[in-house]
């Protein structure tokens, strides 16, 4: 009898729970094969007449990272196709991407920049620099994973003010949301229109990407976030260079010759 073979005295039922123990021995030990990816959540919307890409993450079981600059060159990564490779050449699969926060003429981070609880780059508390373009809209803030897994979206002068360590981290601006409210500098008729990204997290572990398939204005884009995504306090992340990859498949109204280089990139990656 093969060594593989169930026992001649078990039941039918004890035959067939022994086969699948013995599969999942093999897979495991023998074959080394692995569960398939788990699918994200990610799906269009419409709100307010206009189309947006939005895309949540639980990281109960969505390990969300941050990159900037390839480990071994040092060279930054800038684009999600770039990392998408090097995350192939490492034996990972890239199931989502984007990118993560504004940056300076050195296509570096212009505020915080915390990678695997490494400051890459201090908090930013410079106020009202024109040279900073929307990140000069105060409130600015940021977007936070501390080592417990949680995650929060807070002002610059509250994630200060906590004092907490974090594990992965961005500060961008404006505020889109600020305890339920819109910023107060946004205005209902602005005819400042473009493609634009964001995030909110909501009860510590569920955060929602979500980017605009068609310009619209920051009063609208975070209506999208306090009435339709149910966030309490949101972060607008870029305008018309922004981007989503989900799994194979990139999502941005914007044309491709306005995406420039990232200087942070959101990313979760799984086995292949």
């Known amino acids: 009898m093969s060594a593989f073979a169930p026992p001649q005295f078990f039941t ?54 941050l990159h900037w600059r390839d480990p071994q060159s040092g060279q930054p990564f800038g684009s999600i196709e770039t990392l998408r490779q090097w995350g192939a050449a490492h034996g990972q699969r890239l199931l989502f991407a984007a990118n993560a926060g504004i940056y300076d003429q050195q296509q570096a981070p212009l505020g915080l920049y915390v990678e695997n609880g490494q400051t890459r780059v201090p908090l930013n508390l410079a106020h009202g620099n024109p040279a900073a373009g929307n990140f000069s809209l105060l409130p600015n803030g940021v977007f936070v994973v501390y080592p417990d897994g949680h995650a929060a979206v807070r002002t610059s002068a509250d994630f200060k003010s906590d004092g907490k360590r974090a594990r992965w981290a961005t500060q961008s601006g404006p505020m889109l949301l600020v305890d339920g409210k819109l910023n107060a500098q946004f205005v209902d008729d602005s005819s400042s229109l473009k493609w634009r990204s964001g995030v909110c997290v909501r009860n510590g572990t569920e955060v929602i990407f979500a980017v605009s398939e068609a310009p619209v204005n920051f009063h609208t884009f975070g209506r999208l976030f306090r009435d339709q995504l149910g966030c309490r306090n949101a972060l607008y992340l870029d305008g018309s260079i922004s981007q989503l990859y989900v799994d194979g498949e990139g999502y941005s109204g914007a044309p491709a010759f306005m995406v420039k280089p990232y200087a942070g990139i959101f990313a979760v990656f799984g086995t292949r």
């Open 12 to 65: 039918a039922a004890g035959r067939a729970a022994w086969r699948g123990l013995l599969a999942l021995l093999l897979c495991a030990g023998v074959l080394g094969c692995t569960s398939p990816a788990r699918a994200l959540d990610s799906r269009e919307l419409t709100f307010d007449g206009q189309l947006y890409r939005v895309v949540q993450l639980d990281l109960r079981h969505d390990p969300l990272t």
